[in-house]
């Protein structure tokens, strides 16, 4: 059975902090590792994706990946109240493949004023 | 802008009355997925198309059938709806081209079984 782990929350970060979520997966296998962005009651929305050990930065965002430890992370900068939504760790088996996504339950972060 | 259009937003249904939703897209990606999430749940993938092959997953109840009569739509029939079933089916769609397999979400239809 696959499993992506994340802590729930909430997390709290103030106004133009660096918000940091984590999550761990237990397929060793996994290539492919998504972030996604979620408000409530709307869908899932992507935010970063990585397929390499180290870093990949996107703007105010860092996806970090580690195989060995199987860990994936996501740095937010200058976090605004805007981000405040519920973050998805998703893995996926393949690199290339059409498997679908394993999800985690979510990391609800809240950025205060 | 091209995307993933759902319908309808929000389903009401009756306890075993057929349901379906409906998926399509604008992206011209080869793989559909359908997904079921749960309040304050993770989406758990049902069942996915890539192309016109049928993938669906180990745990998915019989009750839940899928159609894909061409690339751009792609059904999510419910044969007999029970009050578990409440959720939001959430369709994605992804392109199986260059090593780039990022999948994409429509808004979701809620369905609430009454």
């Known amino acids: 059975q696959k499993e992506v782990e994340q802590n729930s929350g909430p997390l709290s970060v103030p106004e133009g902090a660096i918000a940091s979520l984590n999550c761990t997966y237990s397929?060793?296998?996994?290539?492919?590792f998504f972030w996604y962005r979620q408000y409530s009651g709307k869908s899932p929305e992507l935010i970063m994706f990585?397929?390499?050990?180290g870093d990949k930065e996107d703007g105010r965002f860092t996806a970090q990946l580690n195989k060995a430890s199987q860990y994936v992370s996501l740095l937010i900068r200058d976090s605004q109240p805007s981000d405040s939504a519920t973050y998805l760790c998703a893995v996926k088996e393949s690199g290339g493949g059409a498997d679908g996504l394993t999800f985690g339950k979510g990391t609800h972060l809240i950025i205060q004023p | 802008d091209a995307m993933v259009i759902q319908n309808p937003r929000y389903q009401v249904t009756q306890f075993g009355k057929p349901v379906t939703l409906s998926c399509s897209q604008t992206?011209?990606?080869?793989?559909m997925y359908w997904y079921q999430q749960k309040s304050s749940q993770a989406p758990k993938l049902l069942f996915h198309?890539?192309?016109?092959?049928?993938?669906n997953e180990a745990d998915t109840p019989d009750n839940f059938q899928s159609r894909r009569p061409n690339t751009s739509f792609c059904f999510l029939d419910i044969r007999s709806p029970g009050l578990g079933d409440a959720a939001m089916y959430l369709c994605a769609t992804s392109r199986m081209t260059g090593g780039r397999t990022e999948a994409f979400f429509g808004q979701g239809t809620r369905l609430t079984v009454v």
């Open positions: 990585i397929y390499s050990n």
């Open positions: 992206l011209n990606h080869n793989v």
């Open positions: 198309y890539y192309d016109k092959d049928f993938n």
């Open positions: 397929d060793r296998g996994s290539q492919s």
